[in-house]
């Protein structure tokens, strides 16, 4: 058998992992390491002398620097060439311009009302600000902790990423190897460290991430301890950059948002916000092969710039476009998380980054997987409110809505190319079907819904836990779940009058009858009975009748027409009940139980239609198609249902009063799997190193393996 080739003075066979020079006399390749080149100092070698060599023929010779504006240093200045990002000319020219304040764009908080409700109500639309950290729940070391001290607590052996900031290239070196430069007299170039992911190490115990970033991301909420898929490590990263470093534009990776927190030094910020024009112009400029020498800045309308000093904490959200220059040598703690408030932006990044052909290094590890696992977990929020009768917030019903778009894209996808996150146990046609049925439901109902925002009714009673509610409640409210059907839109020509317009009607005929005055605007209607929310109003609904050529039955349930049937008419007292259930007010007929006069309500709605029972028999031709999910289905993580149902979301608090109308002011993040154990993971493997690893052999699907191997035979071959 032949022995493998061996190199270097070490004389080992060839690593594809450790970097390698030549001797330009010899022709023997040596690795960096064992002749002391670091990768980035390559770069400045014009010929290469080994060790052995250099005795002989002298030292190395060094390239002539023959410029100061292009990524390459030799290319002489005629004047001809555009100065390019991060060169030594292009900082000195980025700090002379002006650009209007972040302070136009910036929201200046306090650390203690940056939560979640928060942003669940106002959105995470613009860039925070928080002076002070207390409050935010995070966690850092001093204000004094070193350089050094990364190198102590993380281990100098550990290999980083470094940006050569005046060539914007990235090279690999030991972190020791990094300290030593930074703490050096001289330092001929601008060194970057900002991928140094440290979950996995010592240091990962000073640091406690912001609340908002643990509470809303999608990886902490929505990750199964038992995915096949190796768990992302975004959350923690160690910034150290030396003055004049520069990062240009970019978005953060599958448009995570991203919080930053100097601990010393100072960073400026330069940010663009994410709106249509500017993001088309971001992929035109990103994909140009001029992109080094085109400042994306001037291309669009407004770029703000915003200094973060020491102890400032930034908040950026979803998909802004931002450059950063380091204005003095600073060290800065961050992290970025994915989460349900802009969930379309963030599909849009991703697959923007796909178009663009970001290497995998410089994207967010399983971003198609944890979208898989959010989807599956939505559809029990879904199914939740709609079981409490609440409506979902309208930033989560369009979230929905983006999310199956892009499932379905991705499933279509795959057949062509085979390199599937579809999590195993997940079985995608059925969770975007059921998922395409809630989103259906809820719009079948929209108009419903705005009449019942316009009255001030709140639509949101105090959530029971499913054990108070009984497993009957529970399977009612299935059934109606259950049996929705579409409804024929009736064409909205002035002369016919809406389903809406005649229930509209009707109520003020009713009110009329009981003596009361329609709904007014100054009348306090937000009436509560006894503080707690009887069942008869979380039906939030009404019966309505009206007879044209023959008696049209109109159900509403939430705002929504639930069944609209021809029937006999029913009594004025069950229209009147209705009315005033959905005024949440109780009203039963003297001579009836109140509950068992609401029982027979809803059981009247009862009937699942057919074309539900028919597209439940389509299932039984996927059978085939799912038999290894639904194998696993008993097995592994029941995570999210169990654990929806034994949370008891808290009572809706009151609204501002010019909203009028509440949502279910549950928190959205489900609550943590209930066999969540700390370290149940392997150590965490930071994004660089977990892209192109796969589960151990016989872990992964056979349709995964195979996914894999078909993707490594189109690229080039590439070892972890």
Known sequence: MATAQLYCVCRQPYDVSRFMIECDICKDWFHGSCVEVEEHHAVDIDVYHCPNCDVHHGPSLMKKRRNWHRHDYTEPDDGSKPVQ???????????????????????????????????????FRYPIAVHKMEGLGLRLPPPDFSVKDVERYVGGDKVIDVIDVARQADSKMKLSAFVKYYYSPQRPKVLNVISLEFSDTRMSELVVVPDIAQKMSWVENYWPDDSYFPKPFVQK????????????????FGGTSVWYHVLWGEKIFYLIKPTSANLALYEEWSSSPSQSEVFFGEKVDKCYKC???????????????????TSQDCMAFGGNFLHNLNIGMQLRCYEMERRLKTPDLFKFPYFEAICWYVAKNLLETLKESREDNCLPPEYLIKGVKALITALRNWLKREVTEPASEVPDHI?????????????????????????????????????????ERG?????????????????????????????????????????????MGPYEEDASFNLKVNGKFNKVSTASAAVAERSLDNDLRLVLCNGRIISESATSPSTEEDAIQGMLSMAGLLYSHPSEDPSSSQESWWSRTNHPSPDYRERHTTLKHRIQEHKNFMDSQGSGSNSSSEAWSNHTHSPAHGESP??????????????????????SNPPPISNQATKGKRPKKGMATAKQRLGKILKLSRHKPFFV
Request: net charge positive; proline share 5%; charged share 20%.
């Open 427 to 467: 079985r995608p046609n059925h969770l975007i079907k059921m998922l395409t049925k809630e989103i259906q439901y809820l719009e079948n109902g929209n108009c419903g819904s705005k009449l019942m925002k316009s009255q001030g009714i709140s639509a949101c009673p105090s959530t029971r836990s499913a054990h």
């Open 237 to 252: 990263y160690c910034l150290m950059g030396m003055k004049d470093s520069y990062t240009d534009f970019h978005i953060d």
């Open 307 to 325: 200094v973060v000093r020491q102890g400032t904490t930034l908040l950026i959200p979803t998909g802004w476009i931002h450059a950063v220059l």
């Open 471 to 515: 497993s009957h409640a529970r399977r009612t409210a299935r059934r109606l779940r259950d049996q929705h059907h579409h409804h024929h839109h009736h064409s909205h020509s002035p002369k016919a009058p809406s389903n809406l317009d005649i229930f509209e009607q009707h109520t003020q005929e009713v009110l009329k009858r009981l003596k």
């Open 85 to 123: 990002a991060g060169t030594s000319v292009f900082v000195r020219e980025l700090q002379a311009r002006t650009f209007p304040s972040g302070d136009e764009i910036l929201q200046q908080m306090h650390g203690s009302q940056v939560t979640q409700r928060y942003l669940e109500r106002h959105g």
């Open 658 to 679: 010019t909203l009028g109308f509440q949502y279910c002011e549950t928190s959205l993040s489900p609550p943590l799997h209930p066999s969540k154990r700390p370290a």
